[in-house]
Every structure is written in C-alpha cells, then in structure tokens.
C-alpha cells in the first residue's frame, strides 16, 4: 500500500501521472499520518510506503519519518523521490530500514542546477552508504535513457525499476505518455534497452504491468529466461494507493469513483478485494483498443491490453497485431505472471 504524503512537487515531468488539485497543494497531516501508522500495525502490514507528489516536500516529512522508525515494527520504510531533495536529509536516508527509488529524468528534463543537486545527494547517499534504486520512465517512442544509464554505471545503484508512462488521471500534469498505438513501434527498443542492461548485470524490476503484444514470443522467452529482470506481464493487481484525505483507490491511472476511507476496511485484503470487484471486474469485458476485442488474451483476461487506463479512456487506435502468434498461453508464461505488483 501507498501513502500519499503530499501532492506539491519541485519538477515539472511531462509525463507525471499524478493529478494536481487546482490552489494550494493538499498535505497529509500529522495527525492523519499517525492514524494510518496504528491502523498499519493493527493489521500488520510491515511495509510503509511514502509517495507524493515530491514526499520530501510535505512540511512534517522528518518528523512522519521519525514515527515511523521510532520503533522495530516497520522492516521497510520505502520512499518515492525524485532525488532533489534538500541534502541535509541523506542522514535520515542512511537508516537501514529505509528504502529509496530515485526517479530519473532525460537529461533535457533537468535544469543544469537540478543535474547538479541530483548527483549531488546520489554521491552523499553513497558514502553514507543508503540503500536505493533508481527509477526510470520511458514516456515517447524516441526516449533517450542516456542519464539514466550514466547514473547506473556511476553510481551503481541496487537495481533499475522501469515502466511505460501510461495515462494518468484526471488533472495529471504531464501529457506525455506511452499511447496504445506505440506498443509496435516501441517494443523492439525497449527489448535492447532492457536486455543491455540484463546483460551488464544490472537487474531491472518493471512497474505496472506489460501488454502481451508488446514483444514478440521469442522476446518474452528470452526476457522471462534472465534471472535479472523482473516482469509484470499482462496484468497487474491493484497497486492500493491512500490519498492525504485517506481515501483508497486502485492507482493513479484509475481513480475512479470508487473512493473509500481507510479506516473503512478490515485490513489489506479487504481492500484488495474491494477494488478488484469496483474496478477490474467493472473493466474486465472493457478493451484498451477496438483490435484487443479479437485478442485470445483478452478473452482469457489474462492480458489487460496494457495499464488499466487505456480501458478507462477508451482509446480507440490500436496496434496491427494484437497476439505475438498462434501459441498457448502458456508457452509464453510458463510459471504464470513474474515480477511484483504494480
């Protein structure tokens, strides 16, 4: 589960999928920040997980990362940045429960001063030894990972997380995404992308989940073969994110308007249950594109034809080939869906 501390950010990516409400941003309070820490415990979930927006950026972030820790309960205190955090923070992030994935940006997204404050705080958490990730966002059919591959091979970090920005939800800043008539275009580039980082060693872990026809049935052998990569292929489970009014929902992608309080469930499974019955099962006979309706892994809904956003937008252009061949399902997945949930 995901915990929104705030909804205020210092970047401006064109493929932010994050909805901004207009005004002032809104903030999690202390208070409500608590409350979810003791509904955590009562259900013993071990895992806290800070998103924003920029978290870093909610005024009470030390002292929410402070309770947090104040006790062993928590293994694992995982925080979504985008490494421009103020520097004086490294020293909290060398915690060894907490858990940073850094999201890097192409090079034209960053201001020299901001390439500066990134590199900077990266070279601090190494010498203090932080645990961290780097994340990466593929958002056009020309990207450019020329960073994002420089930090690696500089830094080093544990692995890569990586995805195709989908569409975001209503009112997200960015309008740069991964279209459902990119897949054919884009796949080959991804495969290289992917398999170049496989192959110097850097294990690579996929958020959200895959569209089948994104690579060809050899592709998904050869990816699904490497001990190194980490896949979601096909579909996803709800990702279950909280938002600073301690409303559930699915992900950013759909909202929806499904919106129930926290405290309004008996715990992760309750919730879980919930939205697959308010969303997927409502989008389940839905189709990401008019070609999908002939697709087999549509029919044995064992592929969503991407994010569950192009369902909910109803885009209505599509690739020319939806399946990679006349093959069995699971020929292609042998062992069922790989890699962790969205």
């Known amino acids: 589960m995901n915990l929104l501390l705030t909804s205020a950010c210092n970047l401006k990516c064109p493929y932010c999928f994050a909805g901004t409400p207009p005004g002032k941003p809104k903030e999690l309070s202390f208070e409500d920040f608590k409350k979810v820490v003791m509904l955590f415990k009562e259900w013993d979930v071990r895992q806290l997980k800070l998103l924003g927006g920029e978290p870093t950026k909610a005024s009470r972030f030390r002292a929410m990362l402070d309770y947090a820790l104040a006790d062993d309960f928590f293994h694992e205190v995982t925080v979504f940045t985008n490494g421009l955090f103020d520097p004086r923070l490294v020293l909290k992030f060398a915690d060894e429960r907490i858990y940073l994935i850094i999201n890097t940006q192409e090079r034209s997204n960053l201001k020299k001063s901001q390439i500066h404050r990134f590199e900077n705080n990266l070279e601090k958490l190494q010498e203090q030894k932080a645990r961290y990730a780097l994340g990466y966002n593929i958002y056009h059919n020309d990207f450019q990972p020329d960073f994002v591959l420089e930090m690696i091979k500089k830094f080093e970090p544990e692995l890569l997380r990586w995805s195709l920005a989908y569409p975001g939800s209503e009112g997200a800043r960015g309008g740069e995404q991964i279209k459902f008539s990119d897949f054919e275009i884009i796949g080959n580039k991804v495969f290289e992308f992917v398999t170049g980082l496989s192959d110097e060693g850097i294990y690579t872990q996929q958020d959200c989940c895959l569209p089948l026809c994104l690579f060809s049935l050899e592709q998904w052998k050869n990816l699904l073969a490497r001990e190194n990569v980490a896949l979601i292929p096909g579909r996803c489970e709800p990702a279950i994110d909280i938002n600073t009014d301690l409303e559930v929902f699915r992900c950013f992608a759909v909202p929806g308007k499904h919106k129930k309080k926290l405290n309004d469930f008996r715990g992760p499974d309750d919730i879980h249950n919930f939205l697959k019955n308010e969303v997927d099962e409502v989008l389940k006979d839905a189709v990401a594109d008019v070609k999908c309706e002939s697709c087999r892994y549509h029919k044995y809904n064992a592929c969503f034809g991407g994010c569950l956003s192009y369902k909910s937008v109803n885009l209505s252009k ?25």
Do not use: F
């Not at 006349?326 to 042998?334: C, D, Q």
């Open 318 to 342: 599509g690739v020319a080939d939806i399946c990679p061949g006349p093959v069995e399902l699971e020929t292609i997945l042998p062992a069922g869906p790989r890699g962790n949930k969205c």
